[in-house]
């Protein structure tokens, strides 16, 4: 039944029920970029024209919030539907996701969708080769491994669970035990000394050609960048300078830190890449029957020795990557599909990486798996809110730094620190409607907020599968 009521729902929405003409679906997703990195997010020192003119041509979701605030448990909130307290992976340790996990690209194969996958896999440690394309992705090219992609000349990238190797060579002692202490190498991390082949360039290439082969079926293009990620290798000494790119470009004669020039041209390539993405996109006349979405799967980081402050990463937000305030949660995200969502529209709707599971299912007329914890956001987009199911809150946990759990509704905002502790510190609660920053702490005058918080976060939780 649920089926079919999808299917009515997409034809009602003008979508095409055949395989050959249901809408297709491109997910970029940008690596440790803050709030406030874009010009229609408020960046006033950096340009990103062509990630602006996205925005321009749809809707600025300005309450969207990602899977979680480090790398790997974000993408699986993403890819499966489910919050960090259900997602099997809720930190960058030594978990990977589990045989019967489903994740989006397998439902949208099963009606008709090419997949593929290009950049950043990094949904646990340390996973498979060939992971991407177990769980569903017809082509796969990038880093498989999260360590991987922290080097922007690697010796090698994956293609399709296949070493494939780069003119590239590593300065020998990188190749480092990793830094949570899990006794494996970092497979492909490290800092090159002979720089030849940018992976990023040949990244977006094969994302191009996929296009190019699939621009007569229905495809899921899910481009995943390590940018503006750093190398965190090449942040520590010698060399104190994670954000490696070609050359400074038009940053070069900057007065700032090398690291600072790194991050600009990090920020231009990023830019450049979404423009040749939707150039392609128009080449092949599929713009207005494609859904875009571009966000990012955290905060802004401090690594490879970049200040987030240096431009302002976060903006008006409090915390950054590794923090649960809305700093490093809180992710600028923009929808745009010529004809089904208004040009320089803007919601703030309350919403999350779980929520684009089921919006996927919606645009593409499949069933989703039982217990997700998305809502389908194509209400919002298609204008439509009075039609749109609401979260009751958002919800994450975070293992590292001493645990982390954090809740939000539209209003309050109850943050745990140090809950993995003998002694953890007291619920926060911030009034975002009035402090949007989250710089008063409220809790002492609201204790029936606190508690209906507080039993949330509990109920959230369900342990970890073995």
């Known amino acids: 039944m649920r089926t079919l009521a999808l299917l009515f729902l997409v034809a009602n929405l003008g979508f095409t029920a055949t395989a050959a003409g249901k809408p297709n679906i491109v997910y970029i997703l940008a690596d440790d970029l803050g709030y406030n990195d874009l010009g229609c997010f408020g960046q006033e020192q950096l340009k990103t024209p062509h990630i602006d003119a996205l925005a321009a041509r749809g809707m600025r979701l300005t309450r ?12 699986c909130v993403l890819m499966t539907g489910k919050h ?74 994956i293609r399709n669970g296949e070493i494939e190797k780069l003119n590239n060579v590593l300065d020998d002692p990188w190749y480092l035990k990793d830094d949570y202490g899990l006794g494996e190498p970092k497979e492909g991390a490290g800092v090159a000394k002979i720089k030849n082949d940018y992976a990023p360039h040949f990244i977006t290439k094969e994302a191009l050609s ?21 190398n965190n290798e090449a942040g520590r000494e010698p060399y104190l300078n994670g954000m490696e790119v070609p050359g400074y470009g038009e940053f070069a004669d900057e007065d700032w830190p090398d690291p600072e020039k790194g991050f600009a041209e990090m920020m231009r390539i990023v ?91 919606e645009v593409a007329g499949f069933d989703i798996p039982e217990q997700l ?15 749109q199911t609401h979260h009751d ?26 809950t993995l502790k003998p002694d953890p510190a007291p619920t926060l609660l911030f009034d975002l409607e009035n402090d949007p920053s989250e710089m008063t702490d409220v809790a002492s005058d609201h204790p029936d907020v606190v508690q209906k918080m507080e039993r949330w976060i509990k109920e959230s939780h369900t342990p970890p599968a073995p």
């Open 84 to 157: 960090t307290g259900n997602a099997t992976v809720r930190g960058n340790g030594r978990v990977l996701l589990k045989p019967d996990d489903i994740i989006i690209p397998q439902k949208l194969k099963e009606v008709g969708y090419a997949t593929g996958c290009f950049g950043k896999w990094g949904i646990g440690h340390p996973p498979e080769r060939d992971e991407p394309n177990r769980f569903g992705f017809d082509e796969f090219y990038g880093y498989v491994n999260m360590f991987h992609a922290h080097n922007f000349y690697p010796e090698f990238l």
């Open 64 to 75: 969207h919030y990602s899977g979680s605030t480090v790398c790997a448990p974000s993408r």
């Open 271 to 361: 830019d450049d890449y979404v423009g040749q993405l939707v150039a392609k996109l128009d080449e092949h006349e599929l713009s207005e029957n494609t859904l875009i979405v571009f966000s990012s799967d955290n905060g802004p980081h401090e690594e490879g020795q970049h200040l987030a402050e240096f431009f302002d990463s976060n903006g008006h937000l409090r915390g950054m990557k590794r923090d649960l305030f809305d700093g490093g949660i809180r992710v600028p995200t923009i929808a745009t599909w010529p004809g089904k969502i208004a040009p320089g529209s803007e919601s703030d709707v309350l919403s999350g990486f779980q929520d684009m599971f089921p919006t996927f299912a």
């Open 373 to 387: 914890d998305g809502v389908s956001l194509i209400p919002t987009l298609l204008g439509k809110p009075d039609e």
């Open 393 to 418: 809150f958002l919800y994450w946990e975070f293992l590292e730094k001493g645990g982390r759990k954090a809740v939000t509704t539209t209003k309050w905002k109850a943050v745990q620190l140090d």
């Open 210 to 230: 996929f296009i190019d082969e699939n621009a007569q079926n229905p495809f899921f293009l899910y481009f995943a960048l390590n940018m503006p990620h750093t």
